[in-house]
């Protein structure tokens, strides 16, 4: 065994035997332990174990504060590295849409190019066929009011002159076949007029519903993009904390 240093107790000052393959040694008389010290220069040096006690703990205090500190500056950062993944994310997505709704936009506009010309083409036949049409009712109206004209032509020729019984007869029979026709041909006429006020009006509303329907799916794609891209917006705007 090692020879004892001597050196005394640091509570009482008893003096106290230290064998030199010993790290801690209490005092006989106050029984207050000691941590003995053995740096390079040689000398022994005691240290009541209390205050490295209470030297330790003061370190554990001071570590947990710190540990704390990291943990909240941890804390912070995972939460920030969250929300720039987040807004990452919401930028990816924004891209996305905004090529989305380009290529949405392409495709109506065609679609509208293409509904808009055949439009066009269906008036344009339209307008022909209804010419055609006006002028069929133009001769039934001459059909319709030369009859009556010449009826009275007729009835004023009959008051005029001496005719025959047979004659007036006759002409009497022809008058009856010519209103026939002048009726017939009137109403003929009424009906070609109605037609053709029908199918321009049917045509538009044909129009008028296409481009309805065109203006309703702009909105709809307007609105749609919008509300999506608000959404992104909103996360993209959130301030990040610092
Ligand atoms: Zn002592």
């Known amino acids: 065994m090692a020879p004892a240093t001597p050196l005394n107790c640091q509570n009482c000052a008893a003096p106290l035997a230290i064998p030199s393959d010993q790290s801690f ?3 006989a008389f106050c029984n207050t332990p000691h941590r003995v010290e053995r ?23 001071q570590v947990a504060t710190d540990v704390q500190t990291v943990d909240s500056t941890t804390g912070k950062l995972l939460e920030i590295q969250r929300l720039m993944a987040q807004k990452d994310n919401a930028k990816r997505q924004l891209d996305a849409l905004e ?8 495709k109506l ?7 808009r010309a ?19 009712a133009l001769m039934l109206l001459v059909f319709a009011v030369g009859p009556f004209v010449v009826t009275i032509g007729i009835a004023d020729f009959v008051r005029a ?17 010519l209103r026939l026709v002048g009726i017939v041909s009137g109403l003929l006429f009424a009906y070609q007029v109605f037609a053709i006020r029908s199918k321009h009006v049917e045509f538009r509303t044909k129009e ?8 309703r799916q702009a909105d709809d794609a307007v609105s749609s993009f919008r509300r999506k891209t608000a959404e992104l917006q909103r996360i993209l705007d959130t301030p990040i904390p610092t």
Do not use: W
Not at 118 to 134: P, V
């Open 109 to 115: 506009a065609g679609e509208f190019v293409h509904t």
């Open 39 to 61: 740096p390079e220069t040689g000398v022994v040096q005691l240290t009541m174990l209390q205050a490295a006690v209470d030297q330790i703990a003061t370190d554990v205090k």
């Open 118 to 136: 055949s439009l066009h083409a269906e008036k344009k036949i339209l307008r022909k066929n209804l010419f055609q049409a006006a002028k069929i």
């Open 99 to 106: 090529d989305e709704y380009g290529a949405t936009c392409d």
């Open 208 to 215: 008028a519903d296409a481009e309805a329907k065109m203006q």
């Open 161 to 177: 002159s001496e005719v025959g019984t047979n004659a007036r007869h006759a002409l009497a029979s022809v008058v009856i076949v």
């Open 25 to 27: 040694v209490e005092c």
